[in-house]
């Protein structure tokens, strides 16, 4: 069995140079997503950031709210070292199940 995309996975479209940048400091951007969150008292934190060929994908605990994803957009705006213009909305995944 394999596993579609979940909605506890944010998907933010971006070029493959900004998903470069965007990985290679990743742990940092965890962290300071997870301090953003917490100071609107979310119960929502990341775990950990991966990519595909279209963007990152964030991967959070538990289903992000319009809110929380606001929070994360404007992070990643606001970057120093990311093309803001390749950087699309943050949407969650479609799919929710498992196929087999």
Known sequence: M???LSRKQIIIPMSM?????VIAQSNTYIVNINRLLKE?????????ICFD???IIIITNKVATSS???I???YVKELNNVD???VMSPRLS?????TG
């Open 53 to 55: 060929n279209k963007g």
């Open 17 to 21: 140079t900004n998903i470069e940048k």
């Open 72 to 74: 994360m957009k404007k």
């Open 94 to 98: 479609q799919s929710v199940r498992a």
């Open 40 to 48: 609107v008292k979310s119960d929502i934190s990341v775990d950990y």
């Open 68 to 70: 929380n994803l606001n």
């Open 84 to 86: 803001v213009n390749d």
């Open 2 to 4: 394999t596993k579609s």
